[in-house]
């Protein structure tokens, strides 16, 4: 086992990644017998898999001390750190990625069958921490990741939930949700730290009183005070020795109770209070439910950022640094509008705490906070009831009036006339009911806005936050999204990266933005193509193994593998997915000799509990799939499976078995996608609307790589615009009607008439998402797609094209971006420090 010398780091202050098989088969069975206090006898499958854990994190502790010893003795223009702040973490299991990461894979593999231990059976022992919904949450793993392997000093704030994200079972054909208890095992990954503990107060009043200088300040007397708790995860970088920490808070009760000084009355008292309290962490909320938020939800977005901002505070002025310099320790990005109350948080600890002038606090927290926004749709823009928060964070409240007066006060100086300008740009919105606007504070709070992909901030600029955009143009800008192609190629598709490596050497994976392009050169390279396609193949057979033991059905690996894995959700459009499915089923029923390249439709993912259209539509899917699956007329060559419980666990699996990936949002609804770069990058051909990232994949991978179908975002806008009748779109179309019709007369129901009727209502008398209108549009373009399938060689130039073209999409090159344009940080690890030592 590595071991530290007094100041922390062994080998002089350098890095060390590679230990030899030897080491790490001494260092397991050390945590075996220390750590889980097992004889060897009669250590399980999860003792192995937690001594395993805690050797490979013995080094990453090593790391992050070291990166910790270098920051500290940088020079202090380099004391820049990124607080990256969100509600949401989707880090993936940590064992596998840690591996790579570090370059330990090799050895521990041959540690652990030297223990007569097989390390695939130890990766699959990990519960993976569901501590996100998907997207941003996801997108911030991946950042994190990157801003390790960068060296960039990044810290991850959030939330540790003690329940993350549902699992998700398939019961006669529809969602049931199933608590995530992903802490029943234990967490190699976290250090408790109680000594960082910050207090977060709720409820009561606020008054004037003297401080003690005598200056007249806002009070704020809480009914209840809560206690955060930081437990830290390091993120190791690939191969570089940096290493990220992910500091996520739970919640406890301030006082531990005592017998003694309880009478009964009080001591019942003080348990409910601790229960309360530990309520605060205890469950994330999925997103995408209609309706306005929950009263907990606002306690962990004010919890969690005040625990944040608190700390931030203490390391800064830890430093020996003055208050008024905050800004240059920490560049604060927000990650959506959930944790945007730290804006006000901020203004808070600034003014009443640390006792700055109003004017002061606002410079610093405007040059400390920039924002990300991540979503288009209205309804998901966060908005919350006045008086819930009024009665939860009374001075919060107070200061966001005062934070809006100002801002006000400078908008009708510049329109003066413009009372709707002003109703419109207010952080309140009193249209209504009043509400508390989160991405009008976020926008008024950060110096910087940007949106995920280049046509997102342009319909940012132009629709959703278009009165900002002409009050601050010079906040705005546009950082595509970008994954993490470590994890989402190198572990996840180990034998894909093997055969890009024999063509780009070693190195590749640090540098994919250049890197990647150099398949290029091989794309018509006969041989190249075979073992390509034997590669896929290899995954597409894998993926049958699986669905075949967990779904128990039969799919041909020799089938086009059509995968859609995503939320599930009317705008990204699972039904028309659908519709194309029962189109193709239809032509075989005409004529069931009809000559239909074999495909296999795959659908994952969540539905939001309460979003019935959405859990309806993996009804349609699943019943679909019964009556397509056992028709003999279909012989097979069509099956259509969902796979249940999406996650990152699962989406590994299925990313690099996909030849076709569906990205069929309506163009204008989908932020970005980062879906859409992985199946890419795994050299899945997409199938996709002018949708958000869709169009830069494109550009990047050539036009005639890629299939395009349906309505651009403006002929989309000005389609509704002008008044869309869905009903003239499916009675103009025979094969649309036939479909519909299907669905509405049961013929996926066993007659049952009323099961679908919500949803072809909707999609007759609606269709707000213009499924209708890109069917046709929808059904040509897959034939093409057939087409294409036939001609093995030329798929494969395509699919290794599509590779070649995606290196722009590394998230590597988003926080590069996000470093130049909006944090101005540095990277502090100097390269000469750190040895790459390999796996031996
Ligand atoms: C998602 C967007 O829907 C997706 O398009 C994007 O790729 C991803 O964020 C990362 O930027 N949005 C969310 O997850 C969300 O909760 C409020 O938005």
Redesign the pocket.
């Known amino acids: 086992m590595a071991r530290a010398t007094k100041n922390g780091c062994n080998n002089h202050g350098t890095m060390r990644t590679g230990q030899s098989s030897v080491e790490i088969q001494q260092s397991i069975l050390n945590h075996l017998h220390y750590t889980q206090a097992k004889p060897l006898p009669f250590a399980t499958r999860n003792d192995w898999y937690m001594a395993t854990a805690h050797s490979v994190r013995d080094q990453m502790l090593h790391n992050w001390l070291t990166t910790f010893d270098i920051f500290m003795s940088s020079p202090r223009e380099k004391h820049k750190i990124v607080s990256y702040l969100s509600s949401e973490f989707l880090m993936g299991p940590h064992l596998g990625n840690n591996l790579v990461n570090l370059g330990l894979s090799e050895s521990v593999r041959k540690a652990l069958s030297a223990l007569g231990q097989d390390l695939e059976a130890i990766l699959a022992q990990e519960v993976e921490p569901g501590l996100g919904?998907?997207?941003?949450?996801r997108?911030a793993a991946c950042y994190l990741e990157s801003m390790a392997t960068l060296r960039v000093p990044a810290v991850g704030f959030g939330i540790r939930y003690e329940f993350g994200i549902f699992d998700q079972e398939i019961h006669n054909g529809w969602q049931v949700e199933k608590g995530d208890n992903w802490l029943k095992n234990g967490n190699p990954w976290e250090v408790r730290r109680p000594d960082i503990a910050y207090e977060v107060k709720f409820g009561g009043h606020t008054e004037f009183a003297h401080d003690p200088e005598g200056r007249l300040a806002v009070r704020w007397i809480p009914e209840k005070v809560i206690k955060g708790v930081a437990y830290d995860t390091p993120v190791a970088g690939y191969r570089s020795g940096g290493v990220a920490v992910l500091r996520l808070w739970k919640s406890e009760a301030v006082a531990s109770f005592d017998f003694q000084a309880f009478n009964a009355g009080e001591y019942y008292k003080a348990v409910d209070d601790k229960v309360l309290s530990e309520t605060i962490s205890k469950v994330l909320y999925p997103?995408d439910e209609p309706g306005i938020g929950k009263f907990l939800r606002l306690c962990q977005q004010y919890f969690f950022v005040s625990c944040s901002l608190q700390d931030m505070i203490w390391f800064h002025l830890s430093l020996g640094r003055g208050i008024e310099s905050f800004s240059e320790s920490f560049a604060i990005q927000i990650n959506?509008t959930h944790p945007s109350m730290g804006i006000a948080e901020l203004m808070r600890l600034l003014v009443d705490e640390h006792h700055l002038e109003w004017d002061e606090a606002w410079r610093i927290t405007r040059e400390s906070f920039a924002y990300t926004n991540?979503?288009l749709l209205s309804e998901?823009l966060e908005k919350w009831p006045l008086p819930l928060m009024a009665s939860v964070l009374p001075r919060i409240v107070e200061i966001i009036f005062e934070i809006n007066r100002r801002f006000l006060d400078e908008v009708r100086g510049l329109f003066p006339e413009d009372d709707q300008r002003i109703a419109r740009l207010s952080l309140i919105d009193e249209t209504g009911e009043k509400y508390v606007r989160m991405a009008n504070l976020a926008c008024v709070g950060s110096h910087a806005i940007n949106g995920?992909a280049a046509l997102h901030t342009d319909l940012l600029k132009k629709t959703v936050l278009h009165d900002f955009y002409e009050l601050f143009p010079e906040k705005f800008h546009n950082i595509t999204?970008g994954v993490t192609p470590r994890r989402w190629l190198a572990l996840s598709n180990p034998e894909l990266a093997k055969l890009i490596s024999s063509k780009l050497g070693e190195g590749w994976l640090s540098s994919i933005e250049t890197a990647l392009a150099w398949l290029q050169g091989a794309a018509k390279n006969t041989t190249f193509q075979q073992k390509w396609l034997k590669v896929k193949q290899a995954n597409k057979i894998a993926l049958a193994k699986v669905i075949r033991e967990r779904i128990g059905i039969e799919v041909d690996p020799a089938s086009l593998f059509d995968v859609q894995v995503k939320r599930i959700h009317e705008y990204k459009r699972q039904h028309l997915n659908v519709l194309h499915i029962i189109t193709l089923y239809n032509r075989i029923k005409r004529d069931p000799t009809a000559d239909i390249t074999p495909r296999t439709f795959i659908f994952a993912g969540k539905a939001a509990p309460g979003y019935h259209m959405a859990k309806l539509i993996i009804k349609l899917i699943t019943s679909v799939a019964d009556v397509v699956n056992t028709d003999p007329d279909v012989a097979g060559r069509l099956k259509v499976v969902f796979f249940p419980d999406f996650n990152v666990t699962n989406s590994q699996l299925i990313v690099p078995a996909a030849d076709l990936s569906e990205q069929i949002s309506v163009a204008g609804k989908?932020?970005?996608?980062?879906g859409n770069m992985k199946l890419a990058l795994n050299g899945a051909l997409t199938i996709g609307a002018l949708d958000?990232a869709n169009i830069e994949i494109r550009e990047e991978v050539g036009k005639e790589n890629f299939f395009l179908f349906g309505l651009e975002a403006a002929e989309a806008q000005s389609l509704k615009s002008g008044g869309y009748n869905p009903r003239c779109w499916y009675e103009g179309n025979e094969q649309l009607r036939q479909a519909i019709d299907q669905i509405d007369a049961g013929t996926f129901s066993n007659g049952d008439r009323q099961l679908f009727r919500p949803l072809v209502d909707n999609l007759l008398n609606r269709d707000e998402y213009l499924v209708l209108a890109d069917y046709q549009s929808y059904i040509d373009c897959q034939d093409l797609v057939s087409a294409a399938y036939c001609d093995k060689k030329k798929w494969a130039e395509m699919s290794i094209l599509n590779v070649a073209g995606m290196g722009k999409f590394s998230s590597d090159r988003a926080i590069r971006e996000y470093g130049e344009k909006i944090w101005k940080t540095t990277a502090i690890i100097d390269p000469t420090k750190y040895v790459y030592a390999g796996s031996k």
Request: net charge negative; glycine share 26%; charged share 10%.
């Open positions: 919904n998907g997207g941003l949450g997108l997103n959506d991540h979503t998901a995920v999204n989908e932020a970005s996608g980062t958000g």
